[in-house]
C-alpha cells in the first residue's frame, strides 16, 4: 500500500473540512440570497397600514403579492440591504444606494394589468419625500404652504423608482381609456362603473333621538363618527349596508357626502383653477399609452407635463406659447409608457390618482393575490385574529 499516497489524501480532505461557523455562514448566504430572488422575481408579503381599500382590504390585512403576473421588474437600484424598501429599521439611514441605477426592464407576465384588478406599486409623488413627515404628500404639503417653507422646515431627500413608498389600490383604467366621474359614479370609455359591494361611500346620518346604541350599527359593520350635532353621525359602509339601514325605525335620513359639482378643489389632479373638479366629480381624462400622442397646448399640459417630465426623463420648458422638449419646440409628445388610474375602494378615505395622477408602467410592482393573515388589532388573543379572512382571495 502507498501509505504517502493515503496521507496526502487524508490530509487534504481534512483541510477541506468546513468549521462550524463557516457552515453557518454559508447557509446565511444561501438563504438571504435564495429569499431576495423570491421576494424580488416571485412572490413578496406585504401588509395593510391603512383604511383606503375598506371594505375589501382591512387595516391588519397581510397579503401576498405576485411579481409573476404582470412580469417581474428588473431591480432599478441594485445595491440595496436585503428585506428593506427604502429606510432600515433601527437606524432609520438609507437602506439603499442609488450610486447606480439601471434603466426600466421588466420580464414576460402571464398577463398585463386588467380594469379591477388590485394592484401594489411605488407612489408616483414619492420622488420627493419630507422625512419628519412622510406620511405626508410633499407636493401637497407645496400647495397647502410653499416650497420655500416646506424646504426650509424639513429634511428634503429624493428616492428612485424602486424605492418609493409601496402602495395599493384598485386600477380602475389602464392604459388608452378615458375615464370621468360624475357625483361618485366612475365612468370608463362611456360606460358607469358602479363601486363593487365591497367599497365604502361616506353617509350622513341623522336619527330621530339622541337615544341611539350606536354599538349596534358598528356591529353591522359600519364605520360611524359623531358630528356636531347629537342626531347626526358619519356612516362610512357600502350602499348595501345603508339600504338595510334605511330601514331602521331610527333613522331619520340618511345623506350621501359629495363635493358639489363645479366646485375647485386644488387638492385634486392636475390642481388647475380652469378646471373646477373635486373628488366627485372630474373629466373626462384620456389615460396615456405608449405611442399615443397628445397636442401639447394649454389645455392638455396641465394633465400630461408631469409624466413628460418626471416619468418620461425629459427636460421640458415653456417659452412664450411655445413648448420645448428637451431644447427643441414641439407641437406633440409621443408617450413611451402605458400609465394606469388607481383609486381606493373607500372612496371618500382614499388618496389616489384623483390627487396624484396617472400610475406610470415602470412603478408597478405586483398584482396582490390572497390574504395569508389579518389581525385586529381592537381584538383580545384569539380573536385578535379575523379567521374569515385567512387565505381569502382577493376580488
Not at 33 to 39: E, G, N
Not at 58 to 72: E, H, P, Q, T
Request: aromatic share 14%; net charge positive; with cysteine.
Amino acid at each position: 500500500m502507498n501509505w504517502k499516497f493515503w496521507q496526502k489524501n487524508n490530509n487534504a480532505e481534512s483541510k477541506k473540512k468546513k468549521s462550524k461557523g463557516r457552515e453557518w455562514a454559508d447557509a446565511i448566504v444561501f438563504a438571504v440570497v435564495a429569499a431576495t430572488v423570491i421576494r424580488v422575481f416571485f412572490i413578496e408579503a406585504y401588509t395593510i397600514p391603512s383604511g383606503s381599500m375598506e371594505k375589501s382590504l382591512l387595516i391588519g390585512d397581510f397579503l401576498f403579492v405576485s411579481k409573476v403576473n404582470y412580469g417581474a421588474r428588473i431591480p432599478m437600484t441594485p445595491v440595496a440591504f436585503p428585506f428593506a424598501h427604502h429606510t432600515m429599521p433601527l437606524t432609520g439611514t438609507k437602506a439603499y444606494w442609488d450610486g447606480v441605477q439601471w434603466k426600466y426592464r421588466r420580464l414576460p407576465g402571464l398577463q398585463n394589468i386588467k380594469r379591477n384588478d388590485v394592484v401594489v406599486f411605488n407612489f408616483p409623488e414619492g420622488d420627493t419625500v419630507a422625512l419628519e413627515a412622510q406620511d405626508d404628500n410633499y407636493y401637497q404639503m407645496i400647495m397647502r404652504s410653499d416650497r420655500q417653507t416646506v424646504n426650509s422646515n424639513y429634511t428634503i431627500v429624493s428616492r428612485p423608482v424602486d424605492k418609493r413608498e409601496n402602495f395599493i389600490k384598485r386600477c380602475i383604467a389602464i392604459a388608452g381609456d378615458t375615464i370621468s366621474m360624475d357625483a361618485g359614479l366612475v365612468t370608463v370609455n362611456g360606460k358607469k362603473v358602479p363601486l363593487k359591494d365591497s367599497g365604502w361611500f361616506s353617509y350622513t346620518v341623522t336619527f330621530k333621538t339622541q337615544d341611539i346604541n350606536i354599538k349596534m350599527f358598528q356591529d353591522m359593520g359600519f364605520n360611524t363618527t359623531q358630528l356636531n350635532d347629537h342626531y347626526m353621525f358619519q356612516f362610512d359602509g357600502t350602499p348595501a349596508m345603508i339600504a338595510e339601514l334605511k330601514k331602521s325605525e331610527f333613522v331619520k335620513s340618511i345623506q350621501e357626502n359629495l363635493a358639489t359639482k363645479g366646485e375647485f378643489d386644488k387638492s385634486v389632479f392636475p390642481h388647475d383653477p380652469h378646471r373646477n373638479w373635486n373628488i366627485d366629480n372630474f373629466g373626462p381624462i384620456i389615460i396615456p399609452k405608449a405611442g399615443w400622442t397628445v397636442k401639447l397646448d394649454s389645455t392638455n399640459m396641465p394633465l400630461y407635463e408631469r409624466s413628460i417630465r418626471i416619468y418620461e426623463g425629459n427636460k421640458v420648458e415653456k417659452i412664450g406659447n411655445d413648448w420645448l422638449i428637451n431644447g427643441q419646440k414641439a407641437s406633440s409628445y409621443t408617450f413611451k409608457m402605458n400609465y394606469y388610474w388607481m383609486m381606493g375602494d373607500n372612496r371618500h378615505q382614499s388618496a389616489d390618482s384623483r390627487i396624484w395622477g396617472f400610475v406610470p408602467e415602470d412603478h408597478i410592482v405586483g398584482k396582490a393575490l390572497f390574504i395569508w393573515m389579518s389581525l385586529d388589532s381592537n381584538g383580545s388573543w384569539f380573536n385578535k385574529i379575523r379567521w374569515n379572512r385567512i387565505f381569502k382571495w382577493i376580488d
